[in-house]
């Protein structure tokens, strides 16, 4: 399974995080928008560089997933300096699907 964060509502409209409600990846619903919640996700494996950003990371109750980021700009920063094995990140109003790959 994947995650990505690919819902239809603008960035600028996603409410601010303090708002939001945290949630864990074995609560996500495929094909689904979670809308009004977030995910606070740490980093647990180097990110890899391919048509997205590939990496593990894991929820605040240790689950863990690939997830897998596009459309993010590394031009000016190397990758490994923006996203690194522990970074946190909070992710807002994740969408949940299959990969490519089937998983």
Known sequence: MSWGSTHQKPYNESPPLKKLVLTELNHLELGETHYGQYLKLKLVSECVKLVGIQMTCQDHV?????????NFDTKDTPLNKIFFKGKIMYVKEPFFKIAMDGQ
């Open 62 to 70: 240790g689950t863990q997933i690939l997830v897998s980021i596009y």
